[in-house]
């Protein structure tokens, strides 16, 4: 079996995750197979309760069509603080021209929708209608935030995830305009900042988001701190539209 570049094979030893279960019912995270680096456990649902609980705990889902859902902690993790976040010269011009408009939570379904076409390098999209639905429902009770980025009234960019308490667990980014998803994901480290987050999830490396200033955090690391700021009050008041001083 195959997702998202990954294979693994029946002899692996996966937990199954019963649908008629508690919400937070996942085995310790340094049970994650090393090889694919992460996968945890097989099966469940994606209700809003075990979604939750799933990011509490360090886990996310990731599955392609046609496969079961399958929970991953990868270790080590990929996190960015959103003071750390690296704006390269050319990103700064575009920051300083004003070019783009950025809105936080006003096209939710859309940008999910444009974060699930296909990429250039596969026509395949791990971002199922059962994910999008899923994440719909956490929007609706203000749990998963979208950043849009705007051309006139052109959707050009964008970013969603989800936040709990002073965490933004990043989910997917896109952007059909040269610098529009980093605009949006600028524009959400600096909300970010004015409301004391730890840290952007990022979930896996990639030489991208290390540019942008994304490093590696060892996974026992990672739990210990959502243990604490998950848990924390946390300002969750999204301006319609987001001004950079």
Known sequence: MTTAGHKFTAGNALFWVRDNVMADHFPPVQ?????????????????????LDAYRLGIFPWFSQG?????????????????????????????????????????????????????KSTRDTWLTRDMAVAYYRLH???????????????????????????????????????????????????????????????????RHLQSLGAVPMSRNLFVNILKQECAAPARHDWPVESRLP
């Open 31 to 51: 049970s994650a197979l090393r090889d694919p680096d992460g996968l945890l456990a097989i099966g469940g649902d994606l209700k809003a309760e075990r979604l």
């Open 67 to 119: 496969q079961p859902i399958l929970w991953w902690s990868p270790n080590p993790r990929c996190v960015l603080e959103p003071e750390a976040l690296k704006i390269s010269r050319s990103l700064g011009k575009t920051l300083r021209k004003r070019r783009f408009r950025v809105t936080f939570n006003q096209a939710f379904n859309e940008v999910v929708r444009a974060c699930a076409g296909p990429r």
């Open 140 to 206: 609706v009770l203000g749990h998963a935030l979208s950043v849009e980025c705007w051309n006139g009234q052109k959707l050009v960019g964008g970013l969603y995830g989800v936040c709990i308490g002073r965490i933004f667990f990043g989910e997917s980014m896109f952007n059909t305009e040269t610098d529009a998803s980093k605009v949006a994901l600028a524009h959400l480290a600096h909300e970010l900042r004015q409301r004391t987050f730890r840290l952007i999830d990022c979930q896996v490396h990639s």
